[in-house]
């Protein structure tokens, strides 16, 4: 079984700057995906960025250039540095865990940006 734990998030201003981190525990392999999806009021999920074990990055196309994902793979965690953020970057953000085939999520955290 997989455990997956965000944390992070809030408040934070157009322009300014949030981090999350998720933290995966329980039987993980040597290759594994982790990546951020976020899903806004009446909008499906949508994928932001993902990061393989080996490094690989994905990103939307909405966020290249301000969101920066990361990972440490000792600790099983992933990072989300989110920088130059606009009021539609407001949304609940979902950490996932992709492992032998299989998904896994947490609960998520929301990130709302306003002034």
């Known amino acids: 079984q997989v455990q997956v734990v965000e944390s992070g998030g809030g408040l934070g201003q157009p322009g300014g700057s949030l981090r999350l981190s998720c933290a995966a525990s329980?039987?993980?392999?040597?290759?594994?995906?982790m990546g951020w999806y976020r899903q806004a009021p009446e909008k499906q999920r949508e994928l932001v960025a993902t990061?393989?074990?080996?490094?690989?990055?994905t990103y939307a196309e909405f966020v290249k250039g301000r969101f920066t994902i990361s990972r440490d793979n000792a600790k099983n965690t992933v990072y989300l540095q989110m920088n130059s953020l606009k009021p539609e970057d407001t949304a609940v953000y979902y950490c996932?865990?992709?492992?032998?085939?299989?998904?896994?999520w947490g609960p998520g955290t929301q990130v709302t940006v306003s002034s």
């Open positions: 990061i393989t074990s080996g490094g690989q990055i």
């Open positions: 996932n865990i992709r492992v032998a085939f299989n998904d896994y």
């Open positions: 329980g039987t993980l392999f040597s290759f594994n995906v």
